[in-house]
C-alpha cells in the first residue's frame, strides 16, 4: 500500500474516533460539494499524431507549450490504444471506456455508454453540463450512444465548427461575384446567418432550453466567431474555431465534462510533413491556450483536470505503407501515444507504465465521483487523488 | 493473357483471397508482379500446412465463415472485416510470420540486375547541399552544374546540354530490358523531353484528368454518398483517363487511376502524387530504372483550402504562391520513404545506384555499392551519365 494511502485511511480511522459524527457529516457534505465543482476537459490531438513529432527528444520542438507543461503534470509515456485505428472509433474508445468496433466514419453512434452520458444519468446534471467540440466533422455522433438505457437525452451538446466553416466558404466560392473568399468580412456575414438558420444543418446538437436559452447559446457562438474571423492570423484552420468556441462554452456555461477535438494535424494525408508539423504546433499553442483559459476562469481553476492525449499515432516511417501519412498498420508508432495530466488532484511525476485509451473514461469518471456501468477500461490511479 | 491455375485449398482462406484478387486482375498486373505470384502460386500449392496452421486456428475465431468470406472474394467487405475484428492484430501478426518464411524462398529466385533510381529536387529549395539530404547515408560529391540551368536534367539524363533521345538513359534501359523496366515520373513536365520510351508519368501532364475526378469526388463527397476513401475508389472505379498517351493501356489507365485516388493526397499535392506513384512504381513494377523529379508545392490559401476539392485558382482572388521553405521540409522525407521503399526488395538491395541530385546545386548524394565507379574531383553531368549508362550496362 502507499505510504499517503495508508495514512489517509489512518487519519480516517483517528478522525471516526475523537471527532464528532456530526461534524464528520459536514465534512462530507463539503467533500461532496468540492466534487460536484469538479470539472474534466478531455482534449485529444485527434487525426493522430506520432510520438516522434511530439514527446521524443527531437520532436520536443514542435510541442514547446507541452514541453514546458509536462513538469507540472503528470506524464503517461505509453497510452496505448488497442482498438481500431481510426479516428471515429479511436475517439469513440477513449469516450466510452469500452473498445469501439462501429462504423469508421462516424456513421453510427458509440455501441457503449458515452462519458457523457453516464456522468449525466449519475449525477443528474443538465443538458449544457457536457460537451463535444470537434473539427472532425465526422463527430456528430460522438455525444451519445446506442446503448440501451442511455442515448440522445442523455448525451453530449456536440458542435462541429469546422462543417460550419466549410458551409460558409462553400457558399461564398459557390457565388463568387458577390464576394470573395478571401473577404473575411463576408465569411463572417455567412456564418453568422448559417447560425441563425439553424445547427442541425451543420450536424450539431444542442439540446435547447427554450427560446431563451437558445438565444443565449446563439450569442455564444456568434461571439467566437468574431474572435475567430478577427485573430491575428488568415484562418485556414477548424482547429482555430474549435478553440474559439470552447473558449466561449466554458465562459458562458461551465460545463462540467467537455470533449474538445483538435484535428487538423490529419492533413498529413495529404503527404506533406510540413503541414502536418505546423498543425501539430498549432494544435499544441490551442491546447496551451485552454490551459491558460482554465487557470483564468474562476469557475475552472482549481477544480479542473485537463486530460491531454492523441487519439492514435500515425505509421512509422520503416515499415508500412506510406509513413506518417496513414494511421491504420497497427505498428507500435500508430498504437503508442502518450497521455499528459494537468491540473486539480495531479501530482507531479511521470511512468512508463503502459496505460490504455480506455481507461481514460474510466478515470474522468472517478474524478467526476461517479461510478460507470460496464466500462471495461479502469482508472489510473496515479492521478486519482 | 489468361491467369495461371493454381490449387490451394488448402491454404486458409484469409490468406488466399489478396492472393485470388490479384489473379482475377490478371491482365491490369505488372511483368514484374505477374512473375511475383507465379512463383507465389508454386510456393503455396507445395506448402506444407504446418505453416499455416496457427491461421487456420484463429481464422473460426475471428469469425471467419464461408458467408462472411466466400472463397476467392476479397472486397471492402473482407477489408472491414479484418479492421474491426479485435483478433486482427493477431491475425497481421500471423501473416508477417507466414511472409517470413515464404519471401526468402521467392526471394532465391529473383532476379538480381543493376538498378538506378534518379531523385531530383527542384531549384529554388531555401537550402544548401549541407542540409539537402539528412535522413540518408550516402557520398556527397562534388558536381559541375552547367551554367545555364535549363541544360541541367537533358545533361544528367541524355549526356547532352540539348535532349538527345538516342542516348536517353530510361530509353536505352526500356530498350534493353523491356516493357515498364523504365519510368520517370515527376511534378512537372521537364523529363517528358527527355524521353519517349519508358513509362512517363507527369503530375502537371495529367491536369485534365485530376479536375475531372476532382470535381467527380467534390460532388460524390458533398451529396456525402461515401463513407471513406475505400469506398470513393470504388464508386470512381470507371472514371479512367482519356489521354491518348495512356487510354490505349489499361494497365496504366489503372495505374494513375489508383494512383491518384490512393485516399491520401495524390489528387492534391503535386510531390504527395510523385512520391506515391514512384512508390506504388517501384512496388509493383519495379523498374530498372527510375527518374523521379519533384516540384515545389503550392501554399495552403486561406478559408478556400478548407474546401479541399475545389479548383484553388478558382475559389479565391489571392493569387497563388510557391511554398519553398514547405517543398523542402516535405521532400526530406520523401527522399527516404523512396530509398526506403526500394530496399525493402530483394531485386534492389546490394545492387542498386541511388543518385540525388538538386537542379542547379553543385553537390549531388550518391548512395551506391562500391563498384558504381564515379571519377574523382568535381565531376560534370556528362560524367554522372556516362557512369549510369556503365552501370545499367546500356
Known sequence: MLTRDFLKLAGLSIAQRIIPPALLNLWAQAADAQAKGRKVILVTFGGGVRTEETFSPAGLRNIPRLAALRPEGYFYQNCVNEGVLSHFNSTGSIVTGNWQRVDDFGFEAPASATIFEQYRKARKAGPLDAWVIATNKSFAAMGASSQRGFGLPLGANVVLPKQLLLDAVNDIVRKPQASDVADRDAVHRRLETILQEGYEGVGWTIFKGGRQMDQHVRQTLTRALGSFINGPEAPTSGDELTFFITREVMREFSPSLLLVNFWDMDVAHWGSYSLYLQAVTRTDRLTGMLWDEVNENSKYKDNTTVLILPELGRDGDSNTANGFLNHRSGDPSCRNTWLLALGAGVTKGATETPIRHIDVAATAAAMLKFKPEGMVGVPVREILV | ?394
Not at chain 2, 510456393?43 to 469469425?63: I, N, T
Not at chain 2, 479565391?316 to 527516404?336: C, H, K, N, R
Not at chain 2, 526506403?340 to 541530385?357: C, D, G
Request: aromatic fraction near 10%.
Open chain 2, 1 to 394: 493473357m489468361p491467369p495461371p491455375r493454381f490449387d490451394f485449398d488448402h491454404v486458409p482462406v484469409t490468406f488466399t483471397a489478396y492472393f485470388a484478387e490479384q489473379l482475377r486482375t490478371w491482365n491490369l498486373l505488372f511483368p514484374a508482379e505477374q512473375s511475383y505470384f507465379e512463383r507465389l502460386g508454386a510456393y503455396l500449392e507445395k506448402a506444407p500446412p504446418a505453416l499455416f496452421a496457427p491461421l487456420a486456428e484463429l481464422e473460426p475465431r475471428m469469425g471467419v465463415t464461408p458467408r462472411s468470406w466466400p472463397p476467392g472474394r476479397f472486397s471492402l467487405e473482407q477489408v472491414d472485416f479484418l479492421n474491426r475484428n479485435p483478433l486482427y492484430p493477431e491475425w497481421r501478426r500471423l501473416i508477417s510470420a507466414i511472409f517470413n518464411v515464404i519471401n526468402p524462398a521467392l526471394d532465391a529466385a529473383a532476379k538480381g540486375r543493376t538498378r538506378l533510381v534518379l531523385v531530383i529536387a527542384p531549384a529554388d529549395l531555401p537550402v544548401g547541399p549541407d542540409r539537402m539530404w539528412t535522413r540518408l547515408s550516402g557520398r556527397r560529391l562534388a558536381l559541375k552544374p552547367p551554367e545555364d540551368q535549363a541544360h541541367y536534367l537533358p545533361l544528367l539524363l541524355t549526356g547532352r546540354p540539348t535532349p538527345n533521345l538516342a542516348d536517353s538513359l530510361p530509353d536505352l534501359c526500356s530498350a534493353a530490358r523491356g516493357p515498364h523496366s523504365a519510368w520517370t515520373v515527376e511534378a512537372t513536365e521537364s523529363l517528358l523531353a527527355c524521353s519517349r520510351q519508358a513509362t512517363r508519368l507527369s503530375y502537371d501532364h495529367l491536369l485534365p484528368y485530376r479536375q475531372r475526378l476532382m470535381a467527380e469526388v467534390g460532388k460524390i463527397a458533398e451529396k456525402g454518398e461515401v463513407r471513406g476513401p475505400r469506398q470513393l475508389g470504388e464508386k470512381l472505379k470507371t472514371l479512367q483517363p482519356r489521354d491518348a498517351e495512356y487510354a490505349a493501356d489499361p494497365l496504366m489507365a489503372e495505374f494513375i487511376r489508383a494512383t491518384l485516388l490512393a485516399g491520401n493526397g495524390t489528387l492534391l499535392v503535386n510531390n504527395t502524387f510523385v512520391e506515391w506513384a514512384s512508390v506504388q512504381a517501384i512496388r509493383r513494377a519495379k523498374p530498372s530504372c527510375i527518374a523521379v523529379g519533384f516540384g515545389i508545392r503550392n501554399k495552403v490559401k486561406p478559408f478556400s483550402s478548407l474546401l479541399i476539392f475545389a479548383d484553388q485558382d478558382k475559389a479565391t482572388a489571392i493569387p497563388t504562391q510557391a511554398d519553398m521553405l514547405g517543398s523542402y521540409v516535405d521532400l526530406e522525407v520523401f527522399y527516404q520513404y523512396i530509398w526506403q521503399e526500394a530496399n525493402k526488395y530483394v531485386e534492389y538491395r546490394s545492387n542498386t545506384t541511388y543518385l540525388f541530385v538538386a537542379e542547379g546545386m553543385d553537390e549531388l548524394m550518391l548512395v551506391a555499392p562500391p563498384d558504381f565507379a564515379v571519377p574523382p574531383g568535381p565531376i560534370t553531368l556528362e560524367a554522372v551519365h556516362h557512369a549510369c549508362r556503365d552501370w545499367l550496362a546500356v
